[in-house]
């Protein structure tokens, strides 16, 4: 029953025009996007710099689409909150990252917001299982994570059928539903299969900003996304 899953295009504002990030966030939602996805790199977890809760609640009155915070922190439960407060509606973390993951998915919850991990390639997913009734969302990185542009990994395919059947799994027990996103190297020409094996939300950053119209490029994306579909019935 993949076919009723809903789709959602996050870009990810990695890629977008620091400079303009307010109206960089309008103009992708104006042109389709569901949800922003908001990268937070520490610099110690990953070998980046990014974003801190100051800049998302600069951005938050541009839009109110979900703003989806991942963050590439550690620790991070004392971000947590500050992210909150700032307007994010999704948090999500690496479990690893944590000494108490369920602890870090309840403290998201108790400030009001979904809450999810973040599984690199060569992390387990073995960690879902201890608290699927805690998650909101589950992403899988298709890339290692730290910078953008980089090339999906070929291997996430099958991790994410993987984490789409636990999923389905756990909902068709009487458990709530859980967003299966993909992070890294998402294009237009690999999008298809990435949905094929169970995905259905799609951060593209390289794909979605380094394109001179957003529309036509998150409209391609739905467009492949639906020709595999119909390919399958
Ligand atoms: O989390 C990330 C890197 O850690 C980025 O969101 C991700 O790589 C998306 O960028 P691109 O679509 O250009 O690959």
Known sequence: MP?????????????ADFARLGEEIRNVVDAGADWIHFDVMDNHYVPNLTMGPMICEALRPHTEAP???HL???PVDA???QFAEAGADIITFHPEATRHVDRSLSLIHDY???AGLVFNPATPLDYMDYVMDKLDVVLLMSVNPGFGGQKFIPGTLEKLAQARLRIDNWVNRGGQQIALEVDGGVKVDNIAA???AGADTFVAGSAIFGHDDYRSIIDAMREE???GESLEV
């Not at 009723?4 to 996050?10: D, G």
Request: net charge positive.
């Open 67 to 69: 703003i989806d915070v």
């Open 194 to 196: 990435i949905r094929r």
């Open 225 to 227: 996304i639906a020709k």
């Open 3 to 15: 076919f009723s899953r809903p789709t959602r295009i996050a870009p990810s504002i990695l890629a």
């Open 112 to 114: 009001g917001c979904r």
């Open 79 to 81: 971000i947590i909150p």
């Open 72 to 74: 590439m922190v550690e």
